[in-house]
C-alpha cells in the first residue's frame, strides 16, 4: 500500500482545573436544599431574597432532571421536567400552603415543610415503584433519588414562587393572588422550563454540566422578571415588581451572555457561513 | 333568533378563524425552527456524518413551549389589562414578550445542541444562527397572537355576546395555557406527519415509511443548493400548514357548535337560566354523530387513497 501515514497528531497535555462552581450533584443538592428551605420558612424575607431561593431550587431540579436523564432518556428530559413541577411540584406546594397555619415561632413558619417532606418521600416511594423489576422495571440508575430531589426542589421552588406572587405562605392570599388570577400558570410553565430546558438544550455527547446549567440559572432570571411584572397587580405597589425585575435583568443578562459564549467557545468552529461537507 | 344567540355564534366563529390561522402559523413555526419531529432528525444528522445548515430548535415539545408563549404572553397581557390598558394594545404587547422569550430559549436551545455535538464536527453557523430568528420569532408572533387573542375573547365570550353568565370561569392566563398546550399539541401531531410524507418520502415507495438508510437526508439538499429551514416552510405552506390549521379549526368548530347548538335546543339559551340535562344530552348526541361521521368519511378517504396512489407497501 502506497499510502503515506500521517504523522501521529501531539499528545495533548489536559490540566484539570478543580473549580469551586458548579459543586458536585450531591453537594449543589444539600447547598441548594439548605438555602431554599431557609428562605421558604421566613415569608417575610423580601422578594428578592425568595428570587434567590427560586434560584437555587431550580438549579438543583435542573441538575437533577440532567443526572436522571443521562443515561439516555431523549425525548422524556421534558416530561420529567413537566412532572416535577406540575406534577409534584404543584401537589406539594399546595400540601405545603395547607399546612402554613401550624408551626409558627416568631418570624419563622415552618408548617410548609410539611409540603416537602411529602413530596420528597412521595417521590422516592414513586422511584422505588418505577425501578423494582417486579412492577414498572423501567431500571434507570439513580431514579430513586432523582425522584426524592425532583419532588423536593419542585415544591420548594414553586412555594418561593407563590410567596413573591402573594408575599406570603398561607393558602387564602395565595389562593386569591396566585390561583384565582391565573398566575399560577406562568409561575407552574416557566419553572418546569427552568428544570429541563437546560438539559433538553445542551443534550449530546459533548455536554458539559458547568454550561447546562447556566441555562437554569438564566431561565430563573426571566421567572424574576415575569413575577415582577404580575407582583405589580397581586401585590398592589411598585417597589417589589421593580426590585424583582432588575434583578430578574441583571441575573439573566450575566448568565446568558455567559453561556452562550461558553456555548460558541467549546463547540468544534464558529463561521459566518459554510457549505455543508459529508464527514468520512 | 334572539340577538345574543346570534352574538354568541358570531364570536364562536371568530374564536374558530383564529384557531386555524394559529395552528397553521404553528405548524409553519415548528418548521421553521425544526422543532419536535423534525427535530430527530436535525438532532441525528450530524452522528450519521451529514453536517447541515439546519436551526436546532429544542424547546421541548411543541405543546410545552407553545404553553410557554401563549402564558407568558397572556399573563402580561393580564397585567396591563389591570392597569387599563385597551386590549388592542395590551395583547400584542403581551405577545411581543412570549415572543422575545421564544427568542432567548431558541438561541440557547440551538447553541447548546451544537455545542453537545463538537465531535461530530458540525459548526455554528452564524448566517444560520440570525437568519432563523426572527422568522421564528415572526411566525411566532402570529401564532401567539391568536391564542392569546382566543383566550381573551373566551375569557369575556359571555360579556361580549350580552350573556355574562357565559364568561369562562377560568382567569385569562390559565386560559392561554390550556389553549398554548393544546395549539402545540394538534400541531405536533398533524403537522408533524405532513412535514415528513411530504419533504423526506417523495421519490419513496406509498407508505413505505422511515427506512434507516435515510437517516439524516432530509438535512442535505433542496431543490436547488443546500436545504435550509426556509425551503420547508415555503414546501409546508403550501399543503401542511394549511391542513393543520383546518384541523384545529373543525375542532374547536365540532365542539363548540354542538354544545352551543345543545345549550339553544336545550331551551337554556338565551336566558342562562335552567341548566338542564337535556341541553347536555342533546349536545353529546350531536358529538357522537359527528365523531362516527368522521369515521365512515376518514376511512373511505384512506381506502380511497390506497387504491388511488399505487401498491401501498407499509401494511
Redesign the interface.
Known sequence: MGHHMPPPPPEEVVVVVKKWWPPDETRLGIISAVIAVLIVIFPGLPAVIKAIGVIFALVWGADSVRKTSKYGLG?G??SI??FAVIGYGMVGAFTGMAFSRYGHLGPVEAGVLVGVLFMAITGYISGILANTPKLIAMKIPRLERGMMELGAAGTLAVLLECSIIAGTTRWEPVLENGI???????I???S??AM??PY????????IRE??LK?SV?ISG?ICI?LG??S??TLGGMATGIQMIIFGVIVWLVF?VS??R???R??????????????? | MAAEIVLLFAWTIVIIALAFLACMFEDLESDTGSQSNPNSQVQLAPQVGYVHRFFNKAISGEPLSWCMYATTSGTIAWVLLKQGVTPLLAIPIGVLTGEALHVIFSTTAHVGRVSGQKRFQQPVYLDVLYGSLLPIAAFGFIGSLCITSIAYIQSNLGTLSGIPQLNHPFPFPLLCFIWGITVGAIGSSTGDIHYGTEREFQDRPFGEGKRVVYHGKITRYADCGIRRQHDIVSFCAKFGGPCTGLTFGSIILFENWRTLVGMMLGGYLPAAIGLSDTAALIGIGIGIAIVVLLLVVNMRLVRWARKTYGPFVGA
Open positions: 425525548t428530559v421534558p421536567g413537566y384565582n388570577t391565573g398566575v399560577i400558570a406562568v407552574l410553565i416557566l418546569s422550563l429541563f430546558h433538553n438544550a445542551c443534550l449530546g455527547p459533548d455536554e454550561r447546562t441555562v438564566e426571566l415575569i411584572i404580575a405589580l397587580v446568558y453561556f452562550v461558553a456555548a460558541i467549546e463547540s468544534h468552529s464558529v463561521t459566518g457561513t459554510g457549505l455543508i461537507k459529508t464527514i468520512e
